[in-house]
């Protein structure tokens, strides 16, 4: 069964950082893009970083930018997330996801694999 488990969630206080991995079995994901979101409560779920199957290429929400890093693992089927400087207003349930194929989309639609997500709050 091809499944991602999210890992790291957590409480912090703001200004404080946390880190988030995700891990894949079933399957490798070294052939796709990865990929962060989140659902804030009451919001709908939205993009938060993705990273292109070699690990070169990135791309951030402008609300993430500077503060939050992503990277992946491929030899360990890993995806991680940095979080720093984290505000209230990153609270909310974060997913990975794998991609269909290789781009660096922002859209859910372009990613067909989904963990089941990690609680992080931030207090202030």
């Known amino acids: 069964q091809v499944q991602l488990v999210e890992s790291g969630g957590g409480l912090v206080q703001a200004g404080g950082s946390l880190r988030l991995s995700c891990a894949a079995s079933g399957r490798t994901f070294g052939g796709s893009s990865l990929g962060w979101f989140r659902r804030a409560p009451g919001k709908e779920r939205e993009f938060v970083a993705t990273?292109?199957?070699?690990?070169?290429?990135?791309a951030y929400a402008d609300s993430v930018k500077g503060r939050f890093t992503i990277s992946r693992d491929n030899a360990k089927n890993t995806v991680d997330l940095q979080m720093n400087s984290l505000k209230p207003e990153d609270t909310a349930v974060y997913y990975c996801a794998a991609g269909v194929g290789i781009l660096l989309s922002q859209r859910e639609s372009y990613y067909n694999i989904w963990g089941q997500g990690t609680q992080v709050t931030v207090s202030s």
């Open positions: 990273i292109s199957r070699t690990g070169v290429n990135m």
